[in-house]
């Protein structure tokens, strides 16, 4: 099946410098004032996962006493440019209730933030960035790891563990799940069968130096949000030589010709606040495509372009705001 609603295009200004650049903190433009809480019923447990450079890593499990075994799990990646942010923002709140009340159980990990200090970053010197990705990706096998030796005491079915991620974390979880299809040597930490079973991302990109983006096994049904005017995580693509930084538009083009499952969810009009702002706005698409894609395994391809007249942007800094 294949439903389009309308189709967007738009070529962004600038090189990809811009796009790297841009990976920052969204928690230091955030106009949101969220106040919803963890319903009371939902309990949550801290656990350490792993202790990297003297830093110990912890993940927060959200689930509901009386979930039979066997439950669904997503793993999330919160945002903050590798700079800042925080697994338990009250944002990402609404996100975490809807999914606990669809019976899924909640993993929202720490990791390293590879650019916290600042990092100086040009078209010729992305190792900074690259290191930052590839410390995030390796926390979140880490985290895998942790939940699939756990999955008895939490009851999760490890073929059903479901990547998640805001902006950076979006990145990462993009990352990885791309690392793992393509036998990445970063990836050499899983068990060989395990494959994430779907991926839902707010605002992400690839990082890739070979020149293209192509998987060499088919990828997880991907569930791809992000702004038409998004100008911290591209939306489309952006290339220099052969590093390429690749965002939903152009992940959902690769899909869409390779005929692997994916739902596109573009925001004609928005930036960077499609980061966050779908946890709240778009909650019953979320459960459909994880239902659907991810539980029945459906073979859908969804391309669809939604705008709202009365939505306002929020979120209105670009790379030279940040790096003034």
């Known amino acids: 099946m294949f439903l389009t609603q309308k189709r967007c295009s738009r070529t962004f200004p600038g090189l ?45 499990v959200y689930s509901r006493p009386g979930f039979p075994p066997g439950r669904p799990c997503v793993i999330f990646v919160f945002g903050g440019g590798f700079m800042a942010g925080s697994r338990d923002k009250v944002a990402y709140n609404p996100y975490f209730n809807a999914l606990v009340d669809s019976q899924y159980v909640v993993v ?9 200090g600042g990092g100086k970053l040009s078209a010729l010197n992305l190792k ?14 880490d985290a895998t790891n942790w939940v699939l030796q756990h999955t008895g005491e939490l009851g999760i079915d490890p073929g059903k563990i479901i990547l998640s991620g805001s902006s950076a974390g979006a990145v990462t979880v993009l990352q ?18 395990f494959q994430y079973a779907g991926v839902v991302s707010f605002s992400g990109a690839i990082l890739r130096f070979d020149g293209g983006l192509k998987y060499r096994t088919p990828p997880a049904p991907t569930m791809l949000f992000h702004g038409t005017e998004d100008q911290l995580v591209f939306y489309n693509k952006k290339r220099f030589l052969n590093k390429g930084f690749y965002g939903s538009n152009h992940i959902a083009s690769v899909f869409r010709k390779s005929g692997y499952p994916y739902y ?5 009009g928005m930036g960077h606040e499609i980061s966050e702002t779908p946890m709240r706005g778009q909650l019953r698409e979320i459960m459909g495509f994880l ?10 391809m969804i391309d669809e372009t939604f705008k709202d007249p009365t939505q306002k942007r929020t979120f209105l800094m670009n790379s030279k705001d940040v790096y003034k």
Do not use: H, W
Not at 108 to 116: D, N, V
Not at 179 to 193: C, F, M, S, T, W
Not at 291 to 300: A, G, L
């Open 108 to 116: 929202s990990i720490s990791y390293r933030l590879g650019l916290k």
């Open 176 to 193: 990885a799940e791309y690392e793992k299809r393509n036998g990445g040597k970063i990836a050499g930490v899983l068990p060989a069968d």
């Open 16 to 60: 990809l410098l811009g796009c790297i650049l841009a990976l920052v903190p969204f928690l230091r433009a955030s106009a949101q004032n969220d106040t919803v809480l963890i319903a009371p019923d939902i309990k949550k447990q801290t656990f350490p996962f792993a202790r990297k450079d003297s830093l110990e890593l912890l993940l927060d």
């Open 264 to 268: 596109m969810f573009r925001v004609e």
């Open 128 to 141: 900074p960035l690259k290191n930052a990705i590839n410390l995030a990706v390796e926390d979140l096998y």
């Open 291 to 300: 239902n659907d894609f991810v539980m029945e395994k459906k073979p859908y």
